[in-house]
């Protein structure tokens, strides 16, 4: 079954970056889309950005982009997202998800905290 563990969250500054990465094993890589999402508490998760694994296709957010980078890592069974130019705005628990080409998102993993200060 699709397993998804997220890292690389923190404290940050306004203006400072963060690497988040999602490991990811179970997946028939090249039929998955992989995805970010972010959630505050009591409310239902913001689409951030995802990547096509077979091609590398990128969608992303109007609020994220210029400032996001999604990519994978063939090697590695991973997926990151680049976060520069931080915002307050930006602060939330971070989750990696999958979906099949064409279908919906039906894996998710534990999250990540994101939290950026003024």
């Known amino acids: 079954q699709v397993q998804l563990v997220e890292s690389g969250g923190g404290l940050v500054q306004a203006g400072g970056s963060l690497r988040l990465s999602c490991a990811a094993s179970?997946?028939?890589?090249?039929?998955?889309?992989m995805g970010w999402f972010r959630q505050a508490p009591g409310k239902e998760p913001d689409f951030v950005a995802s990547?096509?694994?077979?091609?590398?296709?990128?969608t992303y957010s109007d609020s994220v982009k210029g400032r996001f980078t999604i990519s994978r890592d063939n090697a590695k069974n991973t997926v990151n997202l680049q976060m520069n130019s931080l915002k307050p705005e930006d602060t939330a628990v971070y989750y990696c998800?999958?979906?099949?080409?064409?279908?919906?998102?039906?894996?998710w993993g534990q999250g990540t905290q994101v939290t950026v200060s003024s």
């Open positions: 998800a999958t979906r099949p080409v064409g279908g919906q998102y039906d894996s």
């Open positions: 990547i096509i694994w077979s091609t590398g296709t990128t």
């Open positions: 179970g997946l028939t890589f090249r039929r998955y889309a």
